[in-house]
Nanobody
């Protein structure tokens, strides 16, 4: 599977953005997808994930984004989305989507397939 992110940009604090992660070569509901982010000088952190749909899909989030970010999947578009609302300057980072054949994972090491990343900048 190959992943391509899009949708990043510059937004003011309190604004919204929707990131897309388009998959190719495999149906998006046959693997779990995670969103991670990496701010300058910091480690790459888990943000949100959605399981593959074989036993019913589940979504899960880092505490820092619960209630503000929503991950979803559109099988027809073969794309996973990250809807980000009420953005804060601390959300500024490069956002990556990643794929794993593990049902549920939150660690970087569990995801063998990565997109190239998309920059999100939130101004105060």
């Amino acid at each position: 599977v190959q992943l391509v992110e899009s949708g990043g940009g510059l937004v003011q604090a309190g604004g919204s953005l929707r990131l897309s992660c388009a998959a190719s070569d495999r149906d998006v509901d046959t693997f779990a997808t995670g969103w991670f982010r990496q701010a300058p000088g910091k480690e790459r952190d888990f943000v949100a994930g959605i399981t593959w749909s074989g036993s019913g899909s589940k979504t899960y989030y880092a505490d820092s984004v619960k209630g503000r970010f929503t991950i979803s999947r559109d099988n027809g578009m073969n794309t996973v989305y990250l809807q980000m609302s009420n953005l804060e300057p601390s959300d500024t980072a490069v956002y990556y989507c990643a794929a794993t054949y593990t049902y549920l994972a939150t660690t970087e090491a569990a995801f063998p397939i990565w997109g190239q990343g998309t920059q999100v900048t939130v101004s105060s």
